[in-house]
């Protein structure tokens, strides 16, 4: 594909409109202060194959671990239409385990594999453990709260009421952790049809390809930038 550099610079705004929008979303939704407050949150737009193609002005070290957190996900569980898979483990590409990730598929059409995925990380107030808040002066992981494999909070668009039913048995404030969980599957529904959108108004092949196009410009800014740091 020939990459044009006016619908490169359309193309970059448009995937990072969806990762800002997915923000908004999660911002203007959620209910702990941890969410609208202090902003404790980032959301990122992926490949089929669980790439980075584009991320909100978010946390940096919620973004910098996302794609091991998509990347575990994708691998334990086959994704269907209207799943959202959650977790949490931070050796699974979690950061502590306040910091829950949602992640979603993006199914295009007829097609029976995802040409997306989308994903946000929110830290939450609290989510077990030895004392509130969920970050204890801890000998070990267990005591810091609830330790969240890959598994389906949305089986095909309908809530997973068991799973969720552990979680707010689990934690200290239920109301407030039902309603950042919900927060989070609507900032995932919003990317996942802006994506639809754009696919429709521009074409699969040419929303794929730039999505591509942006990955390798970003390498290329990436590897200039490091060849301009000194030995040493």
Known sequence: MTVHPVDFEVFKNLFLSIAEEMGVTLCRTGFSPNIKERLDYSCAVYDAQGETI?????????????PLSVRAAIDAVPMERGDVVMLN?????????PDITLVSPVFLARERAPA?????????????????GSMPVARE??????ILPPVRLV??????ED???IILANV??????EGDLTAQIAAN????????????RYGRARTVGYGRALQDYTERVLRATIKEIPNG
């Open 163 to 165: 799973v969720l039913a």
């Open 54 to 66: 584009s991320q909100g002005d978010h946390m940096p070290v919620h973004l910098g671990a996302m």
């Open 141 to 146: 992981i267990y005591q810091e709260g609830l």
């Open 155 to 160: 089986r095909r668009g309908r809530m997973a």
């Open 116 to 132: 997306f995925y989308v994903a946000n990380r929110a830290h939450h107030s609290d989510v077990g453990g030895m004392s509130p």
């Open 189 to 200: 529904r919003v990317a996942d049809s802006r994506l639809r959108d754009t696919v429709r």
């Open 89 to 97: 483990d931070p050796f699974q590409g979690g950061t502590h385990l």
């Open 172 to 177: 200290r404030t239920p109301d407030e952790r």
